[in-house]
């Protein structure tokens, strides 16, 4: 257990007091941070309950972030219920328009209906904000047994292009084209971010995960990105490793990787791979980076329809996202206070709710969390 809470500790702990958006060119996300940490005023954040059981894990946080005392008032905007020409989805213009304004957010599940020709609610956000890089840390948490006990390993995702562009056309009845788009400048811009992340975290390796040997112009291309930035980072290891490889090797032993950066498409599996390493999504934080220090975090799991409204939802992915978004704010203090109340209950065993095993109530595990505060 110790261990295990040392490993969380790295990834969350006083250590990660630098800004999580600190990139080779956001001396802007470096200034927005002290700005939020001298100002005796609170801090505005967009809060995006979201979809499904969204808005109970919402309310946890909320309740959780006011009995630590922590300085943030929350401007809340909803899913609209028409599509907006603006954003081309659901999303509000005004929505997007309050992250541009606060640089930070917190983003409970969005459910997009599949096939129906609506923009993915998540694309939307990561297009319009331009949150090119996804942080999402997976790590074995103390006193939650699972097949592994010593994962601490960090995946960083283009955010923006490749499969995910949204370019997709009928060439003839019943043939159909998706484009794949990477460009030099996202792929410089991830890489950058994924070896400052490295160096200012204590990390000692970057894993280039990709495909080139079939597609070698496009992957290719994000390679050669990532090993013109490996040379200015000569103190950090870098490796790259065949996406198939990658899943293997995660699988058989996660502790051979550190931080893995790559490709839209492929971070978006590999992410979720890791995060049922330990535990699965509902215990996996996530956070967006975006240029002129723009940090959306959010919880990355579904929004479980079924069970909306029943008060089982876990609020852990959404509570430990809180933390990251904390930390980006230089709010370290209370951070640490609600991620060791995050850690305790969980461990405690008493309280939990049914996805961890137990029979606990969303209201109940809050509560615990909140009399460990």
Known sequence: MTMAANLARRLIGNRSTQILGADSS????????????????????????????????????????????????????????????????????????????????????????????????????????????????????????????????????????????GLEHQVVRGVVESLKIITRQAS?????????????????????????????????LFLKCCREVAEKYPEITYEEVVIDNCCMMLVKNPALFDVLVMPNLYGDIISDLCAGLVGGLGLTPSCNIGEDGVALAEAVHGSAPDIAGKNLANPTALLLSGVMMLRHLKLNEQAEQIHSAIINTIAEGKY??????????????TKAICDHL
């Open 26 to 165: 956001s001396g802007a996300a470096t200034s927005v941070a002290r700005a939020f940490c001298s100002s005796s005023t609170p801090i505005t954040a967009t809060l995006f309950p979201g979809d499904g059981i969204g808005p109970e894990i919402a309310e946890s946080v909320k309740k959780v972030f006011t009995t630590a005392g922590v300085p943030i008032e929350w401007e809340e905007h909803y899913v609209g219920t028409e599509i907006d020409p603006r954003t081309q989805s659901f999303l509000t213009w005004d929505s997007l328009e309050s992250v541009r304004r606060n640089k930070v957010g917190l983003k409970g599940p969005m459910a997009t209906p599949i096939g129906k020709g609506h923009r993915s609610l998540n694309l939307t956000l990561r297009k319009e904000l331009n949150l090119y890089a996804n942080v999402r840390p997976c790590y074995s948490l103390p006193g939650y047994k699972t097949r592994y006990d010593d994962v601490d390993l960090i995946t960083i995702r283009e955010n923006t292009e490749g499969e995910y562009s």
């Open 352 to 365: 939990r709710t049914a996805d961890l095993g137990g029979s606990s109530t969303t209201t109940e595990f």
């Open 188 to 220: 410089l811009r991830v890489a950058e971010y994924a070896f400052l992340y490295a160096k200012t975290h204590g990390r000692e390796r970057v894993s280039a995960i990709h495909k080139a040997n079939i597609m070698q112009k496009t992957d290719g």
